[in-house]
Protein backbone atom coordinates (compact mmCIF):
# COMPACT_ATOMS: atom_id res chain seq x y z
CA UNK A 1 0.00 0.00 0.00
CA UNK A 2 1.19 3.94 -0.63
CA UNK A 3 -0.09 6.75 0.52
CA UNK A 4 0.92 10.30 1.03
CA UNK A 5 -0.93 13.56 2.05
CA UNK A 6 -1.80 15.33 -1.01
CA UNK A 7 -2.59 18.64 -0.15
CA UNK A 8 -2.79 20.63 3.67
CA UNK A 9 -5.75 23.54 3.36
CA UNK A 10 -5.08 26.73 4.65
CA UNK A 11 -8.20 28.87 5.21
CA UNK A 12 -7.55 32.56 3.95
CA UNK A 13 -10.04 35.70 3.86
CA UNK A 14 -9.38 35.97 -0.18
CA UNK A 15 -7.74 33.70 -2.64
CA UNK A 16 -6.01 36.67 -4.78
CA UNK A 17 -4.23 38.01 -1.79
CA UNK A 18 -3.26 34.80 -0.65
CA UNK A 19 -1.57 33.88 -4.07
CA UNK A 20 -0.19 37.18 -4.76
CA UNK A 21 1.75 36.50 -0.76
CA UNK A 22 2.90 32.97 -1.02
CA UNK A 23 4.26 33.41 -4.72
CA UNK A 24 6.04 36.68 -4.14
CA UNK A 25 7.22 36.36 -0.56
CA UNK A 26 7.63 32.86 -0.20
CA UNK A 27 8.08 32.16 -4.08
CA UNK A 28 5.56 29.52 -4.21
CA UNK A 29 4.59 28.81 -7.65
CA UNK A 30 1.23 28.69 -8.28
CA UNK A 31 0.24 24.89 -9.48
CA UNK A 32 -3.89 25.29 -10.31
CA UNK A 33 -6.65 28.17 -10.23
CA UNK A 34 -9.63 27.02 -11.46
CA UNK A 35 -12.80 28.52 -10.73
CA UNK A 36 -15.77 26.11 -9.01
CA UNK A 37 -18.77 28.35 -8.71
CA UNK A 38 -19.12 31.66 -8.37
CA UNK A 39 -17.21 32.14 -4.58
CA UNK A 40 -15.32 29.20 -4.51
CA UNK A 41 -12.42 28.18 -6.42
CA UNK A 42 -9.31 25.62 -6.18
CA UNK A 43 -6.21 27.15 -5.79
CA UNK A 44 -2.75 25.14 -5.32
CA UNK A 45 0.53 26.23 -4.22
CA UNK A 46 4.00 24.97 -3.94
CA UNK A 47 7.43 25.86 -2.95
CA UNK A 48 9.84 25.71 -5.35
CA UNK A 49 10.84 22.10 -6.46
CA UNK A 50 8.04 21.16 -4.62
CA UNK A 51 5.26 20.83 -7.21
CA UNK A 52 5.41 16.68 -6.85
CA UNK A 53 4.97 16.91 -3.67
CA UNK A 54 2.36 18.01 -0.81
CA UNK A 55 0.62 21.24 -1.96
CA UNK A 56 -0.78 23.92 -0.23
CA UNK A 57 -4.85 24.41 -0.48
CA UNK A 58 -5.66 27.82 -0.35
CA UNK A 59 -9.18 27.74 0.96
CA UNK A 60 -11.45 30.44 1.53
CA UNK A 61 -13.35 30.84 4.43
CA UNK A 62 -17.08 29.99 3.62
CA UNK A 63 -18.75 30.66 7.00
CA UNK A 64 -18.44 32.89 10.06
CA UNK A 65 -16.84 29.83 11.54
CA UNK A 66 -14.33 29.35 9.19
CA UNK A 67 -13.47 33.51 9.39
CA UNK A 68 -12.62 32.76 12.80
CA UNK A 69 -10.07 30.02 12.14
CA UNK A 70 -8.07 32.75 9.80
CA UNK A 71 -4.56 32.83 11.04
CA UNK A 72 -4.76 30.58 14.09
CA UNK A 73 -5.32 27.19 12.55
CA UNK A 74 -3.62 25.77 15.10
CA UNK A 75 -4.13 27.84 18.44
CA UNK A 76 -1.21 29.33 18.55
CA UNK A 77 1.58 26.54 17.90
CA UNK A 78 3.77 26.15 14.63
CA UNK A 79 1.59 25.47 11.81
CA UNK A 80 3.82 24.55 8.51
CA UNK A 81 7.47 23.51 8.26
CA UNK A 82 9.15 24.48 5.43
CA UNK A 83 12.46 22.94 4.31
CA UNK A 84 14.83 24.04 2.79
CA UNK A 85 18.64 23.20 1.26
CA UNK A 86 19.88 26.31 2.47
CA UNK A 87 18.66 28.65 5.28
CA UNK A 88 21.23 31.12 5.24
CA UNK A 89 19.87 31.99 1.59
CA UNK A 90 16.14 31.86 1.98
CA UNK A 91 15.86 33.97 5.38
CA UNK A 92 18.00 36.58 4.05
CA UNK A 93 15.65 36.83 0.77
CA UNK A 94 12.44 36.29 2.92
CA UNK A 95 13.57 39.02 5.38
CA UNK A 96 14.31 41.38 2.51
CA UNK A 97 10.90 40.71 1.10
CA UNK A 98 9.46 41.52 4.21
CA UNK A 99 8.53 38.32 5.75
CA UNK A 100 7.72 38.86 9.86
CA UNK A 101 9.78 36.76 11.52
CA UNK A 102 8.80 36.28 15.26
CA UNK A 103 12.05 33.93 16.87
CA UNK A 104 15.45 34.54 15.44
CA UNK A 105 17.43 31.30 13.53
CA UNK A 106 18.81 28.98 16.02
CA UNK A 107 20.97 26.12 15.89
CA UNK A 108 18.59 22.61 16.98
CA UNK A 109 20.30 19.26 17.34
CA UNK A 110 17.89 18.36 14.32
CA UNK A 111 18.93 21.70 12.26
CA UNK A 112 18.40 25.35 11.77
CA UNK A 113 15.26 26.90 12.22
CA UNK A 114 13.32 30.09 12.47
CA UNK A 115 10.02 30.85 13.10
CA UNK A 116 8.26 33.09 10.87
CA UNK A 117 4.80 34.28 10.37
CA UNK A 118 2.24 34.37 6.75
CA UNK A 119 0.24 37.21 6.03
CA UNK A 120 -2.83 35.98 8.37
CA UNK A 121 -0.34 35.42 11.17
CA UNK A 122 -0.23 31.47 10.84
CA UNK A 123 3.03 30.39 12.31
CA UNK A 124 5.49 27.98 10.20
CA UNK A 125 9.44 26.60 10.71
CA UNK A 126 11.57 27.74 8.26
CA UNK A 127 13.73 24.73 8.71
CA UNK A 128 17.03 23.07 7.29
CA UNK A 129 17.90 19.64 8.44
CA UNK A 130 21.27 18.39 9.30
CA UNK A 131 22.07 15.57 6.83
CA UNK A 132 21.87 12.77 9.14
CA UNK A 133 18.49 13.90 10.13
CA UNK A 134 15.45 11.80 8.73
Given at each position: ???R???????VR?Y?E??AWFT?K???T???D???S??????L?AP?G??N??L?????????E?E????????????????T??????????????????H??????Y??V?????L?G?KW??L???A???
Open positions: MIQIGYIALVDDAITLQFLVETKLETKRWVVPGEQCLLLAKAASPQTRIGNQTGGRVFLFLHDDFARDYEVFTQRGVKFISPTEESGTAVFEDYNDLQLKKHP
